[in-house]
């Protein structure tokens, strides 16, 4: 079984910053792509960042240069750095394993963290 567990979620102003971070336990992390994903209130779950086994990035156009996802395989983690937040940001964060296909899409993650709320105010 895999767990992913969120920390660093939290309330920060408009411009400020903060890093998520996901740990996993069980299975091979290594092996497998990582996701950053979030849903606000009303919306779907979008794609928010992605990193490979070999640690090549992928970005959703709304958070590329401000966002930077980045893996610690001996910690068996995955982060997010979040700088230059915007309101629009607030939501629930989600990291995710990816098992195959696209890394954009929510079907191709197989395991899930509970989240971690981020609120960005104006």
């Known amino acids: 079984q895999v767990l992913l567990q969120e920390s660093g979620g939290g309330l920060v102003q408009a411009g400020g910053s903060l890093t998520l971070s996901c740990v996993a336990s069980g299975g091979s992390f290594d092996s497998y792509n990582m996701g950053w994903f979030r849903q606000a209130p009303g919306k779907e779950r979008e794609f928010v960042a992605a990193i490979s086994t070999n640690s090549a990035t992928y970005y959703a156009a709304a958070v590329k240069g401000r966002f930077t996802i980045s893996r610690v395989n001996a910690e068996n983690a995955v982060y997010l750095q979040m700088n230059n937040l915007k309101p629009e940001d607030t939501a629930v964060y989600y990291c995710?394993?990816?098992?195959?296909?696209?890394?954009?899409?929510?079907?191709?993650?197989?395991?899930w963290g509970q989240g971690t709320q981020v609120t960005v105010s104006s």
């Open positions: 995710a394993r990816h098992y195959s296909g696209s890394l954009v899409t929510t079907t191709t993650y197989d395991y």
